[in-house]
């Protein structure tokens, strides 16, 4: 299935995409006279009977959207960690003139960060070197800690695409990256959570990133220094994952920061990256 989240009434709703329209889960659940989580954290934490709820109103529900009229929100809204890794990709690192590393680098966004499909993004006026990043994210579906890399991607929900927005002038300040990552609207993510089952591996996703309709980033997820799997059990080792957490798991080759003549993103642009399978995650920016 492919989640959703949307603005409606100045609410949140979670949606269930069906073809080109998106399900109201609430208003289909109350019209059908059935109980069904409400929002991505109920489905999340609800296991197999919110699961079975919803593929009830996927299928029976008859109060939809159309997808072009929906306003998206993250796919999910408040997650308790946003867990980034960088330099995850072979060819990014090279391109970044850094090594490669030994273990993962990590570092963190806040709620805050996000930002949903079709949304504009204001850039800060004390950042001048604002880039993208398309990533694939890895949402936990249960609480674990300390598993093993064969446990681990049972433990994820689902995935989605992100966008690892960074102004590079702020991150390299130091050896701390936080302040040019964790900026306001910096982490979009979705349209859609697409549940695990649609993604049967995680390493054989290809990735693509268009900025103003130049094709920027192309890949795949096979080229990850640490897989899906080595991220989540290794993180695992020092803290307990959550449902709902949210891994970005990094980048490939062709960012600006590791082109010759760099052009940074600014007010207009519009920047859309892709998986397959799981959708195009549309970013308009502005000052």
């Known amino acids: 299935m492919k989640l959703c989240s949307f603005y409606q009434d100045g609410a949140v709703r979670l949606g269930l995409v069906r073809e080109r329209h998106v ?44 997808v072009d009229d929906v306003v998206f929100a993250p796919p999910v809204t408040h997650p308790d960690k946003i867990i980034c890794v960088g330099l995850n990709y072979c060819k990014h690192a090279e391109e970044s003139n850094m ?65 690892d927005l960074s102004a590079r002038d702020l991150q390299m300040r130091n050896s701390q990256w936080l302040y040019g990552k964790a900026i306001d609207g910096f ?7 697409v549940t695990a089952d649609e993604v049967p591996d995680p390493q054989a996703l290809h990735l693509r ?43 490939p080759e062709g960012v600006i920061l590791g082109m010759a003549e760099q052009r940074w993103l600014d007010a207009g642009d519009e920047i859309v990256c892709e998986i397959d399978g799981l959708g195009r995650l549309c970013t308009r920016l502005a000052r």
Request: charge should be negative; glycine fraction near 8%.
């Open 209 to 251: 990133t268009w900025v103003n309709g130049e094709l920027r980033q192309d890949s795949t997820t096979a080229d990850m220094i640490f897989s899906v799997a080595e991220v989540i059990a290794d993180l695992s080792q020092v803290m307990t994952l959550e449902p709902g957490d949210l891994i970005y798991t990094g980048t």
């Open 187 to 193: 982490a979009p993510l979705g349209p859609y959570l």
């Open 99 to 163: 090594a490669i590393p030994a273990s993962p680098v990590y570092f963190t966004k806040f709620s805050n960060s996000l930002s949903g499909h079709r949304e504009t993004v204001t850039i800060p006026p004390v950042a001048k070197q604002c880039d993208y990043e398309v990533e694939l994210v890895a949402v936990i579906g249960q609480r674990i800690r300390q598993v093993s890399v064969e446990e681990a991607l049972r433990a994820v929900y689902g995935y989605a695409v992100g966008n």
């Open 23 to 66: 399900v109201d889960v609430a208003a289909s659940a109350h019209a059908l006279g059935v109980e069904a989580p409400l929002s991505v954290m109920a489905a999340l934490a609800g296991g197999e009977q919110a699961t079975a709820q919803l593929q009830k109103v996927y299928v029976q529900g008859s109060v939809a959207l159309p």
